[in-house]
C-alpha cells in the first residue's frame, strides 16, 4: 500500500524539520558551504547582473546499512542535468551542479561515458607524443574551449552527493546562501531524488547477511526492508529556502502518457512553483512540455534532428500532449542530419521564461507573481 501523503503545507514543513533533526549534517556539506558562498560572491561582486543556476542532476542512494555496503539507487546517468548545465553557460548563466558523483558531468560526458573506450580517441604520432585523433579533433576542439571559457571564468562550481540525505542537505544550504541573488537565481531540479528511506534509528549498523548470522534475520533468504516516505521537500524549498522571487523548475517524469500532463498540473498547484517539465520515459530524448499556470506548451526536436535512442519509442511522440498539437516543421528534410539534444531547445526557452520573470517581479518591486 501507499503510504497516505497530506497536502497541508504546515505538516510538509513539519515533516522536513524533523528529517532535518534526526539525521546529522553530511561530512562534506561544510566544505561545500565554503564553496558555493566563495563562488556566488564573487559573481555578486564581479558582475551585479550575473544569473546563477543551481541544476542538480543523477540519482539518489537509499543506504540499507549504517556502514553501507548495499543501497537502494533511482534510475538516472545525470543526463539531462550535465548535458542542460553546458547550455545554460551557454545562455551567460554561472552553475552551480549538485551532482550525483560518478554521473555525467558538463563537458566530460561527451567522452567519460562514451561506448569507445576514452584511449580511443587518442593517437601516437610519428615523434612518439599523443595527439587527438583527427576524426575527433574538431568536436574535442569545440568542447575544449568552451570548458576552458567556463574555467577561466569560474562559471561553474561542481558539488557531489550519493545518498538522498547528502542532496537534500546540500540542496537546503544552497537555497539558503543564494539568498543575495534573489531573482536572479534559477533552481533546475532535474536530480531523480528518492521518495522512500530508512530512518537512522531502523538502520542496521553493520552490513545485512545473506543466510542466517545478522541481527534478526534467522535463516530466511527472504529480505524485508520497511521504508518511510521521504518528506516533500520542494513547497519547503518554494516557501522557506529560496529566496524571495527566484525561479524554481522541477520535472516529472512518466511512463503512461494520459498521466503525464495532469500530473505535472497537479505537482504545480500542489507546490506553487514556476514551471513542471513533463516527459515521459520513451520520448524523454525528443520532446518535453512545459507546464506553466496558465500555459501547456510541447517542445520538441524536429524529426530530422532526433538521434536515435535505444530506450526511445519513436511512435508516442506526441502521444501525451492533451492538445494534440501538429509535429513541428522537418526543415531539414526526410533524412537523418546531426542529432540535435533537446536541451538545446529547452535552456534557451527556459531562458526567456525567466527574463519575463524578473522584469515582471522587478515592476512588482520584487513581489512574488500572485497565483
Known amino acids: 500500500m501507499a503510504p497516505e501523503v497530506h497536502d497541508h503545507t504546515g505538516s ?11 539525521n546529522p549534517d553530511p561530512k562534506q556539506l561544510s566544505k561545500h558551504e565554503s564553496l558555493a558562498k566563495e563562488f556566488i560572491q564573487y559573481h555578486l561582486e564581479t558582475d551585479s547582473e550575473r544569473r546563477i543556476a543551481i541544476v542538480t542532476s543523477g540519482g539518489t542512494t537509499v543506504p540499507l546499512e549504517r556502514q553501507t555496503v548495499r543501497f537502494i539507487d533511482n534510475f538516472s546517468a545525470g543526463t539531462r542535468g550535465a548535458t542542460s548545465a553546458e547550455y545554460f553557460l551557454q545562455a551567460g548563466y554561472a552553475v552551480i551542479f549538485l551532482h550525483r558523483q560518478f554521473s555525467l558531468l558538463p563537458y566530460s560526458r561527451h567522452y567519460s561515458h562514451s561506448t569507445n573506450c ?5 593517437d601516437e604520432s610519428s615523434d612518439g607524443r599523443v595527439l587527438v585523433a583527427e576524426e575527433y579533433q ?8 568552451q570548458y576552458q571559457h567556463a574555467k577561466s571564468n569560474r562559471l561553474l562550481l561542481l558539488l557531489p552527493y550519493t545518498t538522498v540525505t547528502e542532496y537534500l542537505f546540500e540542496l537546503r544550504s544552497l537555497a539558503q546562501l543564494m539568498h543575495p541573488v534573489g531573482e536572479r537565481a534559477l533552481f533546475y531540479l532535474a536530480a531523480a531524488v528518492s521518495d522512500f528511506f530508512i530512518p537512522l534509528d531502523r538502520m542496521e549498523e553493520h552490513k545485512i547477511q545473506s543466510r542466517g548470522g545478522g541481527k534478526g534475520q534467522g535463516s530466511s533468504t527472504k529480505l524485508v526492508i520497511d521504508l518511510d516516505p521521504i518528506p516533500k521537500f520542494l513547497k519547503t524549498l518554494v516557501d522557506n529556502w529560496a529566496p524571495k522571487g527566484s525561479m524554481v523548475v522541477s520535472f516529472k517524469l512518466e511512463t503512461d502518457p494520459d498521466l503525464l500532463v495532469s500530473k505535472a498540473q497537479q505537482s504545480l498547484h500542489r507546490y506553487q512553483h514556476d514551471l513542471v517539465i513533463g516527459n515521459l520515459l520513451t520520448t524523454r530524448k525528443w520532446e518535453v512540455v512545459f507546464i506553466t499556470r496558465h500555459d501547456e506548451h510541447w517542445i520538441r526536436v524536429p524529426k530530422a534532428r532526433r538521434s536515435k535512442s535505444f530506450s526511445g519509442v519513436a511512435d508516442m511522440v506526441g502521444l501525451a500532449d492533451t492538445k494534440r498539437e501538429p509535429e513541428q516543421p522537418d526543415l531539414e528534410g526526410g533524412t537523418v542530419t546531426e542529432g540535435m539534444e533537446i536541451e538545446a531547445l529547452i535552456i534557451p526557452e527556459l531562458k526567456h521564461i525567466h527574463d519575463e520573470v524578473i522584469a515582471e517581479r522587478r515592476s512588482n518591486g520584487g513581489a512574488l507573481i500572485s497565483n
Do not use: I, P, T
Open 118 to 122: 576514452f584511449l580511443d580517441f587518442m
Open 12 to 22: 510538509e514543513v513539519d515533516g522536513a524539520s524533523e528529517y532535518f533533526k534526526n
Open 138 to 145: 574538431s568536436k574535442m576542439r569545440r568542447v575544449l574551449k
